[in-house]
T-cell receptor, first 113, second 113 residues
Framework: KAGVTQTPRYLIKTRGQQVTLSCSPI?????VSWYQQTPGQGLQFLFE???????NKGNFPGRFSGRQFSNSRSEMNVSTLELGDSALYLC????????????FGSGTRLTVV | AQSVSQHNHHVILSEAASLELGCNYS??????LFWYVQYPGQHLQLLLK??????LVKGIKGFEAEFIKSKFSFNLRKPSVQWSDTAEYFC???????????FGTGTRLTVIP
């Protein structure tokens, strides 16, 4: 079966711009989580959506937002980009949540210049 | 807030050597525990997980981990490593019922043929 698909794979944006990343979970998975991975901070939880509702949110500024659609696909948006937002953004999907373990996508590499 | 510590940042072993990677977490409640692996150029993959029951859990590719509640530890082991085990290994914890993972900073394993 198809895995977690993230698009685009690579992005280069300028400071101050905004960006939208997309994640298509495994078919049947209703929980989608987003993580930011950087060399300095490692993997940090951004937020988790289940049935179009945000259930949990990490400690990130309000510039980071997300949403989930009725088909479980999810998008995350970062507004007013800063250099420090350069990172690998990972999406993970699960049937219900952590009890089943998460399957991760390959990520979107965002570079802010 | 929870935290996860992986004390070994980089481990170098020869093939057939035994492996043990340390993972400690700080949280007093009930937790779910995970080990993920990231092979070069690939996405995070679940190696094994612990939710409850037998504290010794077996995962894929001959890996196992032991949950020691009194030590807040979940160390990963493999009796004989192979060159193909070269990867980065991440320990992760979530509170039972929560839907977000707290990751350690990762341990890079290099296996020399």
């Amino acid at each position: 079966k198809a895995g977690v698909t993230q698009t685009p794979r690579y992005l280069i944006k300028t400071r101050g711009q905004q960006v939208t990343l997309s994640c298509s979970p495994i078919s049947g998975h209703r929980s989608v989580s987003w993580y930011q991975q950087t060399p300095g901070q490692g993997l940090q939880f951004l937020f988790e959506y289940f049935s179009e509702t945000q259930r949990n949110k990490g400690n990130f500024p309000g510039r980071f937002s997300g949403r989930q659609f009725s088909n479980s696909r999810s998008e995350m948006n970062v507004s007013t980009l800063e250099l420090g937002d350069s990172a690998l953004y990972l999406c993970a999907s699960s049937l219900e949540g952590d009890n089943y373990g998460y399957t991760f996508g390959s990520g979107t590499r965002l570079t802010v210049v | 807030a929870q935290s996860v510590s992986q004390h070994n940042h980089h481990v170098i072993l020869s093939e057939a050597a035994s492996l043990e990677l340390g993972c400690n977490y700080s949280y007093g409640g009930t937790v779910n525990l995970f080990w993920y692996v990231q092979y070069p150029g690939q996405h995070l993959q679940l190696l094994l997980k612990y939710f409850s029951g037998d504290p010794l859990v077996k995962g894929i590719k001959g890996f196992e981990a032991e949950f020691i509640k009194s030590k807040f530890s979940f160390n990963l082991r493999k009796p004989s490593v192979q060159w193909s085990d070269t990867a980065e290994y991440f320990c992760a914890v979530s509170e039972t019922g929560a839907n977000n993972l707290f990751f350690g900073t990762g341990t890079r394993l290099t296996v020399i043929p």
